[in-house]
C-alpha cells in the first residue's frame, strides 16, 4: 500500500545542504541548516553538486560511516 509522509515504519528521506568554504573533498556533520549528516546505507544515499547528481563510486564514495568522501575539490 502507498505510503506519503514520514514514519518510523517506512523510509524517510533527509535533505542535507552544504556550502563550501574551501577545497574540501569530504562532507560530513552538521548542514548549513544545523541537521547532522547521517545516513544507514550507503546504496541510499544521492548526492548532488549545483544541481548535477553525482555518480556513487566515481565522484564520491560513502566508505566511512556517516561522510560523503571522494569528491573532487569543491
Do not use: C, H, W
Request: net charge negative; hydrophobic share 35%; no cysteine.
Amino acid at each position: 500500500m502507498p505510503y506519503i509522509g514520514k514514519s518510523p515504519q517506512f523510509g524517510v528521506r533527509q535533505r542535507y545542504y552544504y556550502t563550501a568554504s574551501g577545497s574540501e573533498t569530504t562532507l560530513s556533520g552538521v548542514d548549513d541548516n544545523g541537521l547532522t549528516l547521517a545516513f544507514t546505507d550507503g546504496l541510499y544515499v544521492d548526492v548532488t553538486l549545483n544541481g548535477v547528481t553525482l555518480v556513487a563510486g566515481t565522484d564520491y564514495n560513502t566508505n566511512t560511516a556517516n561522510t560523503i568522501a571522494g569528491l573532487s575539490a569543491l
